[in-house]
């Protein structure tokens, strides 16, 4: 076995992403000298100096033995396209060791920094040609170090991409039903000329140094090459594809982030370069068992809308993805060679340019005693990267302490002054709004709860001037919208209802304190399932949902930060009218069920919403606490001595005791899982909008916990079974 002293690593391409992570990797191996090559030492000495001082690596340009000499780097200056300085890198390195392994990474120069006048085409051929060039020259100088030392071995790995101007070439030639095959070439010829050239590299590298048997063994003995090709690096969402503000308030705070880029809805393959740290120096020591392959990394697939979903998560922000087409991406987005860019998308966004191999990747980062970094991994690391800190993910929201509550004498309104008032992270201060008279009973009684953080304010439902004095001074705003499924709400009723949400975002829009809105919103049964007849242009639920829609997309061109919410059946109304009479005609095995929930829980969940609002900012959610169904009625009949001897229960299915962090889950077509949770129904809203404002709203479709431990409904019943009122209201003896 031999000893570090007879190892040498060479890192061509050290002030790179790529090289620098490698460099962390192999001067924890057993080399005895670690060699770095860039083109300019005076340009990036500082750089590579500051990007690895973390690990106590240090760079130098001295090449003595003296010192730690397996933690450092020894600065080398080439340019490897030019034979005789990739000669004199070779004789310079050849005296301290016996075996070599050389990591290799090239950059194309995109855009061109020498000529104005050079094409992509030109910059894909100089990177080809310096390829080719360093593997010539490599193959010449170790053929001729052979005559003199038989044992002298040098091991590449060789950090490429994809031909894809040839693969392109071949999809159409052969009419492949492949949407890569409609892609067409730039004005010069090029396709993804960054890629390609790199492609062209591997390919020749392959063919200069693999047996042509295909049996993987060297054609010059001791010299041996490996390919790496890497997926879409998560450091990508610092640069390219970083988060960027699309949406503000009138006052300039920022209540979206959109991640802009053609890059579709498919999975796609992820990683991040910093595993490179592990990944090389493992397939080094496991050379034998690679040579001669494309090895193709990959962490993990995910979507757009996953990462964009992880960015929300972790930053709290309302983060979205919004997929671009080719064309938006060429025209409206102000990035330096955009077309070639726009053609990288696409091969992204298609089979062929996500193939990576994930189970493979984790073998070799087990054995190096590692897991692959995923974009969950990434953020919680990089997550005071200066990029996210330029764009603003980094910024606390201002506080939301007064809240407005519109007709805070309703049942949603009540609910919601009590979860504020009972919420034990701040001390909300309510503004309750109602059109009677503040010395109503109701009005009165709503203050009685805590005078000291209750004001009431009377607004006249067709004057916007009592709304915007109802506001003053208020962050946080609850309204309730009463466009809801109902056989005898006229056109009329609708009409009047969605003027009254214009009017509260009307006063919103002028409001200089007001940060984010709560709406809320009353649906049917067959809503919430997402059983919408949408294709009937006389269906009252197309009416009610278009109304919604319709106040959404005003809200957004107001540029107000909102989340809309949907309440099931309350189950203190529902029980003694509702869901008896819904039930009454249903046969006993009938599995249709009901979506409710107590309306107290929505205290605490608006409370949820105001303390996290810019999470929640542009969403559409639902709220519910259990699934009711039929089969059982008779059931809950005798238990609770309900009059008429009818009334629901949970399937048992359903009826289980789920812990305060059930994981997300799958919803099937039937009904939703027990305890409260938040399912986004964004999506709904973009089946019946017209407008560009709720269209550009992306959905997420995911699931949220706003209220912890609600009882499940048998339990709800047994909690009040001795409350006197709720006895009677639902007729038990």
Request: aromatic content about 8%; some cysteine.
């Amino acid at each position: 076995m031999s000893s570090y002293k007879d190892k040498v690593a060479i890192i061509f391409g050290v002030s790179g992403e790529q090289g620098q992570h490698v460099a962390r990797g192999l001067t924890n191996g057993s080399y005895s000298r670690v060699y770095g090559v860039t083109h300019s030492i005076e340009d990036h000495f500082k750089d590579i100096k500051s990007r690895l001082s973390d690990v106590n690596i240090d760079i130098t340009v001295n090449d003595s033995d003296g010192g730690d000499v397996k933690k450092r780097v020894i600065l080398l200056e080439a340019n490897i396209s030019n034979p005789a300085e990739l000669r004199n890198i070779f004789q310079t390195t050849q005296a301290h060791g016996s075996i070599f392994d050389i990591f290799l990474v090239t950059t194309a120069d995109i855009p061109p920094a020498e000529s104005a006048d050079a094409s992509l085409h030109d910059c894909e051929e100089n990177e080809y040609q310096t390829i080719k060039t360093f593997f010539d020259i490599v193959k010449e100088f170790h053929k001729q170090q052979l005559i003199m030392n038989k044992d002298v071995q040098r091991h590449i790995v060789f950090s490429t991409q994809d031909n894809v101007h040839d693969l392109v070439v071949w999809l159409q030639k052969h009419k492949a039903d492949d949407s890569l095959a409609t892609m067409k070439p730039l004005d010069d010829g090029s396709i993804v000329p960054h890629f390609t050239g790199k492609g062209r590299g591997g390919e020749y590298a392959i063919s200069l140094l693999v047996d042509k048997t295909g049996q993987t063994q060297t054609v010059v003995p001791g010299l041996s090459l490996i390919l790496i090709t890497l997926p879409f690096l998560h450091s990508n969402f610092t640069a390219c594809a970083v988060p960027l503000p699309t949406s503000r308030t009138t006052s300039g705070q920022v209540i979206q982030w959109s991640i802009e880029a053609p890059l579709g809805d498919h999975q796609m393959d992820m990683m991040s370069v910093s595993d490179l740290e592990y990944i090389v120096p493992m397939i080094f020591q496991q050379n034998e068992q690679y040579q001669g392959q494309n090895i193709r990394l990959s962490a993990e697939k995910i979507t757009m809308d996953q990462v964009a979903f992880q960015f929300a998560d972790l930053f709290g922000k309302d983060v979205v993805y919004s997929p671009l087409t080719l064309e938006e991406m060429v025209n409206e987005l102000d990035i330096p060679c955009a077309q070639s860019f726009a053609q990288m998308c696409q091969y992204l966004n298609s089979s062929w340019g996500n193939r990576g191999n994930i189970e493979l990747t984790k073998e070799i980062m087990k054995a190096a005693g590692r897991e692959p970094q995923t974009l969950e991994d990434w953020l919680l690391v990089n997550s005071d990267n200066i990029a996210f800190e330029k764009v603003g993910l980094c910024h606390d929201a201002k506080p939301i302490q007064r809240v407005a509550v519109f007709n805070a004498t309703c049942l949603q309104g009540k609910s919601v002054v009590k979860g504020l008032l009972a919420d034990r992270r701040k001390e909300y201060m309510v503004r309750a709004c109602i059109c009677g008279d503040k010395q109503e009973p109701e009005a009165q009684a709503l203050q009685s709860l805590d005078p000291d953080r209750i004001t009431i304010h009377h607004i006249t439902e067709d004057d916007v001037t009592s709304y915007t004095e109802a506001l003053k001074g208020a962050e946080g705003v609850f309204a309730v919208s009463n466009l809801q499924y109902n056989q005898e709400m006229s056109v009329e009723d609708t009409n009047r209802e969605e003027q009254y949400a214009r009017y509260v975002i009307d006063a919103c829009s002028t409001s200089s304190t007001v940060c984010h809105i709560v709406f809320s919103s009353l649906v049917s049964i067959n809503d919430v399932n997402g059983e919408l007849h949408c294709d009937q242009e006389s269906s009252a639920d197309r009416q009610i949902i278009d109304g919604n829609a319709r106040i959404a997309a005003y809200a957004r061109r107001k540029h107000l930060s909102v989340t809309y919410i949907m309440m099931p059946l309350y189950l203190e109304e529902s029980l003694k009218d509702t869901i008896l009479e819904e039930y009454y005609s249903l046969e006993e095995g009938d599995t249709k069920k009901l979506l409710c929930m107590s309306i107290d829980e929505l205290g605490p969940a608006v409370a949820d919403l105001m303390d996290s609002y810019e999470m929640y900012a542009g969403h559409e959610v639902a709220l519910l606490t259990d699934a009711i169904s039929s089969k059982r009625v008779l059931d809950v009949a005798k238990e609770a001595s309900v009059k008429n001897e009818t009334a629901m229960v949970l399937d048992d299915s359903l009826n289980q005791n789920t812990a305060t962090n059930t994981p997300q889950k799958e919803l099937d077509d039937e009904c939703w899982y027990v305890d409260t949770y938040v399912k986004d129904l964004g999506s709904m809203f973009g089946y019946v909008d017209r407008s560009q404002a709720v269209k550009r709203r992306e959905s997420i479709a995911k699931t949220m916990e706003l209220v912890p431990n609600i009882p499940a409904f048998q339990q709800w019943i047994k909690d009040n079974e001795d409350n006197v009122e709720f006895r009677a209201m639902l007729g038990i003896r």
